[in-house]
């Protein structure tokens, strides 16, 4: 799988839109982008994926750079039970290969 | 709403033991997969399973680890004689189908401390 790049931490507060960035400037024609999280004491959990286009569903939103060189988790409100590891994850297979994500922390 | 569900959620055996962990898929998931994740370090991939066979594995998963789904609903790991740095929370996960836009499904975990 292809590398990604994620910045190790991001501070948010409560009820405030929250953008994660990633990287990942080796991504061939056929990965899919997917964004996993896993919360304190918990497996991995999916939050959204996609290939080119913008995608939403009642999690979160993915904005895609028209190049596919980079990617946006997007959460419009973040509550204190978002405060997770997020990975986003390029995927050419069915196994996935996780990086070190980046640790969103909520403030009230 | 359906879950994958892992036994037992602690597990703490004697260096060089064997341990089982299981784990039961959701009920029409044909794809299984084990990942482990040692504390403070990122979720690493083991191995796939797909028709009672091995898709792919890591080069994790060496000779002292096995697969099984013995029944129609439980898949296990086999870890034959137990290293120190085995000690690590062992997920394992389901999905519908196989492909790179499929949702993987994760269980809870088992933590294994290895003494």
């Known amino acids: 799988d292809a590398k990604t790049t994620q910045p190790n931490s991001m501070e948010s507060n409560e009820e405030e839109p929250v953008h994660l960035p990633c990287n990942h400037s080796?991504?061939?024609?056929?990965?899919?982008i997917h964004w996993y999280r896993q919360l304190p004491s918990q497996g991995p959990e999916y939050v959204i994926h996609?290939?080119?286009s913008n995608v939403n569903n009642r999690m979160a939103s993915l904005a895609i750079a028209e190049d596919r060189k980079s990617s946006t988790l997007i959460l419009h409100r973040a509550t204190l039970r978002d405060a997770a590891v997020y990975y986003c994850?390029?995927?050419?297979?069915?196994?996935?290969?996780f990086g070190a994500g980046t640790r969103l922390t909520v403030k009230p | 709403e359906p879950e994958v569900t892992q036994t037992p959620s602690h597990q703490v055996t004697q260096m060089g033991q064997e341990v089982i962990l299981r784990c039961v898929p959701i009920?029409?998931?044909?794809?299984f997969y084990w990942y482990r994740q040692i504390l403070g370090q990122k979720v690493e991939f083991l191995v796939s399973?797909?028709?009672?066979?091995?898709?792919?594995k890591s080069e994790i998963f060496d000779d002292q680890f096995s697969v099984e789904r013995p029944d129609g609903s439980n898949f296990t790991l086999k870890i034959r004689s137990t290293k120190l740095e085995d000690s690590a929370m062992y997920f394992c996960?389901?999905?519908?189908?196989?492909?790179?836009?499929?949702?993987?499904?994760f269980g809870p975990g088992t933590r294994l401390t290895v003494l």
């Open positions: 996960a389901s999905s519908e189908a196989w492909g790179r836009y499929n949702e993987q499904f």
């Open positions: 080796t991504i061939s024609g056929t990965d899919y």
């Open positions: 996609g290939l080119t």
């Open positions: 994850i390029l995927r050419d297979a069915g196994d996935m290969r």
């Open positions: 009920s029409n998931h044909l794809y």
């Open positions: 399973f797909y028709n009672n066979e091995i898709s792919e």
